[in-house]
């Protein structure tokens, strides 16, 4: 539940594994249910009822989703990168034909005009890898991943681990070439020489949608007129998991804060809704009216 606006490598992430299986599932009259099933692959638990799982940018998205048609059949579907990473398959996205790439690829590397992003883990190491500024990220509490090996790399893009232990690409840390014109405005207002300024406390605070750029999630993360700990608004939210209509609360509370880490007060935000048993067009009305349950 991380509000994250941040370049494609986060929100391409999240509409990859959410868009193919929601989409699907509410366009046909018929009913949902989320995080439903268990999932097994050869005998071992990937996915457990009840719980989101957590995409690549961070966000909580459901594990699973039951689809009831008319007639009472029952369809399970699963976000598609889960998939390809349970069986071992290839995937990618062509964003220019709207395309999900699955399974074996051409060898042919796309041109760089091409509208293509490759989230492939490849076969052999690259070449000619793009990477990053080394030195840059290991001061910023990011690991280097081995050269020679193949699963350091997304398509022809060398890959790092953050602090927190994330797969992020190399060649955004300190590349202003990697920002639009209003992430290069943002940084110059929030960052001192482009890292995340730090207060008494010795933690760093900013917007996250600078992470990728600086190299590391700001310990304080702007929201309104003060700031957040991530994970500690995550913590209140996942307490709502699972909770039926009538369980759940229907909001969460987490302290907001200053930049010095000192509380500013108790904010309250609405649980994501309660849409099992409801058909899109009652979702939609729902949604339309304000109402998230």
């Known amino acids: 539940m991380k509000n994250r606006i941040a370049s494609f490598t986060g929100g391409f992430f999240a509409a990859l594994a959410l868009s193919l299986c929601l989409t699907t599932a509410l366009a046909a009259s018929g009913k949902v249910s989320y995080n439903f099933a268990n999932v097994s692959m050869d005998g071992t638990q990937k996915i457990t009822a009840g719980q989101d799982i957590t995409a690549a940018n961070g966000q909580k998205i459901p594990g699973s989703i039951l689809y009831t048609d008319a007639a009472g059949g029952k369809t399970n579907y699963l976000p598609i990168r889960t998939i390809s990473e349970l069986l071992g398959t ?11 790439l699955l399974g074996k690829q051409p060898a042919a590397e796309p041109a760089p005009e091409e509208n ?26 990011g690991t280097i ?16 681990k953050n602090k927190d232990g994330e797969l992020w690409y190399e060649y ?55 700031y957040i700990r991530a994970a500690e608004r995550q913590a209140a939210a996942d307490k709502l998991n699972g909770l039926s209509k009538e369980e759940c609360p229907h909001e969460y509370t987490y302290f907001l804060y200053d930049q010095e880490g000192e509380v500013l007060r108790e904010q309250t935000d609405p649980c994501q809704g309660h849409f099992e ?3 899109m067009e009652e979702v939609k009305r729902a949604v339309e009216e304000g109402r998230l349950w």
């Open 172 to 226: 955004l840390v300190g590349n202003d070439s990697a920002l639009d014109d209003q992430n290069k405005k943002l940084a110059e207002q929030y960052l001192v020489n482009g890292d995340y300024p730090k207060n008494k406390k010795g933690e760093s605070y900013g917007l996250w949608q600078l992470a990728y750029y600086v190299g590391y999630e700001p310990d304080l993360q702007k929201q309104l007129d003060g």
């Open 277 to 279: 048993g409801m058909t």
């Open 116 to 141: 293509v992003i490759d989230l492939r883990t490849p076969k052999t190491v690259p070449e000619n890898p793009r990477r990053g500024d080394v030195d840059l990220i290991k001061s910023r509490g």
């Open 90 to 100: 290839e995937i990618g996205y062509d964003s220019a034909s709207k395309t999900v």
């Open 145 to 160: 991943l081995p050269d020679d090996d193949p699963n350091s790399y997304r398509g022809n893009e060398k890959m790092f």
